[in-house]
Structures are given as C-alpha cells and as structure tokens.
C-alpha cells in the first residue's frame, strides 16, 4: 500500500472516477465500452468491492484503467495485494511403532478372512450352477402334439431362458424397419429441451475448474453471476445481445444454441469478455460518448 500511496494521494476508486468525470463520461457510457456491469464499476470507485475475489477484482480495475488510458507502469499500484497464503502445519502425531505381536495378529486375521470370502464364493458359486441346470432342462412336449400349439405351450412346465428366444423378438422392427430397441436408447440418451419463448436463445456453459461467470441480456435481466465450480454443466435463456465475463476462458466451453463460441479472440489474460452475437451489438450500439 505504500507503493500505492507514493503515486497517487487517494484512494483507487477515487482515481480511476476522477479520470472518468475528467473525460466527463458516465458510468453507463464506461460499462457499455467495456463490457462490465455498471454495478461493479460503480463499487471499484466506491472502494466497496471487497465481495468479489481479488483476483476478478483485480482484473476488472486493469480493464477499466486500461480504457482510462492509466499507463501500464502505474496499473500496478492500483490492484490489490493478493492474500498471503497460511502455512500448513502437520498436527498429527507419528504413528506408534507396532511390535512383532501386532504383527502377527493382523497376519493371522487377514489368512483367516481370506479363507472365509474364498469359501463363500465357492459356494455361491456351486450353488448358482446347480440352479441354472434344474431352471434349464424343459420338459419335452409328446411327439403327437405340435409345440407351437396352445396344447404343445401349456406342456413346458420350467422357466424358459432369454437365450433360447427367438432372435426377431429381442430386436423387432416396426412397420417403418427401424430398429425399435435403438430408436428408443436414442430417445434416452438425449431427452428432448423445452421450448424457449420467441427470440429467446439458450446458452450453454460447461466448466472444467473453478471459473467467474458473469452473464447479462439484452432486458439486463442477470442470468448468472457466480463462481461455477469445475465439472459443472448450466443452461441459461434470454433476449440477445448477451454480455459474458469469464474469470478463467480457459476452462470454459460455451455454445448458443447448440453452436460453439470460440473464446480465444476475445480473451486476454485468461479472462474473456464479449457481446454476443456480434451483429446484434453492432445493430445496437450508440455513438461514443465524448472524451
């Protein structure tokens, strides 16, 4: 903080609204230039951002700086000192050393479990062979009968094995001959998704490691604004244009509508900010405000 000090007398949320109001630009105008929340602008000036974590904090200072034209030698000194992290101390004590008894006795439980699961799946195994041989021997219908006949049926007395069934019946077909077993896997594998209402669109975000997500819509309704842990897969829907922020693009897939974005022209530093689609924010966008 001293370093800090030493450049500028106050704080960094009155530096960086001191050169905005000396560019007389408003908030909105900064947050559309971009792409942050006006909110989270409006808590870095007010020195109030203190709930989100220093390393998003510290990116969006370099961001806003950067549009305020702050030179890159002086960005240092505004961000905020990352949190020393505690040492780690062992607080167990060493494993008592154990004696030749010890020793013997846990050689001897292990032989006598051994031989207690081995005899077990001896006869778990014997008796599931002595079942399956009483369970497949049919009895034979008389030779004058005809064993497709309702006569010839009623003559097999034991359960019949799914072996022994007719190949057409495990894989029927239906009049269009299509495999009705795999039209309905399919069905499974991929469930059908509601309906978005019109001009809506759906997004996707599956992350691999711990990232920031920050997502908005055109109706400014905030759609996520959280850290996604690794691993986890969510779906989001709104109007179009939508503002992104992603803390770590690295380990973050996203797709509209079924269709992936390809993060890396947008991302700088591994954090990656954008507008999408891009037609939608060029069709939207508002002449610069004046410097």
Do not use: C
């Not at 000090?5 to 630009?25: A, F, H, M, N, W």
């Not at 034209?69 to 000194?77: N, T």
């Amino acid at each position: 903080m001293k370093e800090q000090q030493d450049l500028i007398p106050v704080s960094t949320g009155e530096y960086l609204k001191s050169l905005r109001t000396k560019r007389k630009l408003s908030l909105a105008e900064v947050a559309r230039e971009v792409i942050l929340d006006e909110k989270i602008l409006d808590a870095i000036e007010q020195d109030a951002a203190d709930h989100i974590a220093v390393l998003y904090r510290n990116g969006y200072i370099q961001t806003y700086a950067r549009f305020l034209r702050v030179p890159e030698d002086k960005i240092p000194a505004l961000l905020v000192p990352a949190p020393q992290e505690p040492t780690l101390q062992n607080i167990f004590s060493a494993p008592p050393k154990r004696n030749s008894a010890d020793k013997w006795l846990r050689a001897s439980s292990y032989v006598l479990a051994s031989l207690l699961v081995g005899t077990l799946a001896w006869q778990f195994t014997h008796e599931a062979v002595r079942l399956s041989q009483n369970g497949s021997q049919l009895q034979k219908p008389p030779a004058a009968e005809n064993p497709a006949s309702p006569a010839g049926q009623q003559a097999y007395s034991g359960p019949v094995n799914a072996s022994i069934a007719p190949l057409g019946a495990l894989h029927g077909k239906n009049t269009d001959g299509v495999d009705t077993a795999a039209k309905a896997w399919a069905a499974l594998s991929k469930p059908a998704l509601p309906a978005l209402p019109e001009g809506e669109n759906r997004l996707q975000v599956v992350v691999s490691a711990d990232s920031w997500v920050e997502i908005t819509d055109a109706s400014g309704k905030q759609l996520e604004m959280d850290l996604l842990r690794g691993g986890s897969d969510s779906s989001y829907h709104g109007l179009p244009p939508f503002r992104i922020l992603f803390g770590r693009a690295s380990a973050v897939h996203l797709s509209i509508d079924g269709e992936e974005v390809d993060l890396s022209p947008f991302t700088r530093e591994d954090v990656a900010q954008l507008t999408w689609p891009q037609e939608l924010q060029a069709e939207n966008s508002e002449p610069d405000g004046q410097e």
